[in-house]
């Protein structure tokens, strides 16, 4: 008998969705900064803007550089706060680099159980950080 539920875990365990841990919700975070970091040093290099499109509800995040596109797994929610405007345009759920390295922002939310990482653009330098966000 214990064979049988031993050889049935042995079948079944391995077909089981594994959730995503806070270290994997890290490395998410750290590839998006990555990818963001990419578009804003495209962006003083080529003298252009680069727009990095941000798909919350499609957990995507697309290089507007390049073909990179990092997507996030189903049990994680991720949130976006992004400008509505930009340079006087509407934003279209982007965040925009532009050819001084300056930004319109913008703050990506990758959450699982009450804890995980914001990536934040800031907005007057460009720059890209990672802040930890504990369980409440």
Not at 97 to 112: D, N
Request: charged fraction near 20%; proline fraction near 4%; hydrophobic fraction near 45%.
């Amino acid at each position: 008998m214990l064979a049988v539920v031993a050889l049935l875990a042995g079948i079944c365990l391995p077909r089981l969705p594994m959730a995503t841990s806070r270290p994997q919700l890290e490395a998410y975070a750290i590839e998006i900064a990555a990818l963001l970091k990419a578009d804003r040093n495209a962006a003083l290099s080529r003298h252009s803007s680069v727009e990095v499109a941000v798909d919350a509800r499609g957990r995507t995040v697309s290089s507007g550089s390049g073909f990179r596109v990092v997507r996030v797994p189903d049990d994680v929610v991720v949130d976006a706060l992004l400008p509505q405007r930009c340079k006087g345009r509407p934003a279209l759920s982007a965040i925009s680099f532009f050819a001084t390295g300056m930004s319109c922002g913008g703050t990506i939310r990758l959450s699982r159980l009450g804890g995980g990482f914001e990536v934040r653009v800031n907005w007057l330098t460009g720059g890209v950080d990672i802040v930890a966000q504990d369980a409440e």
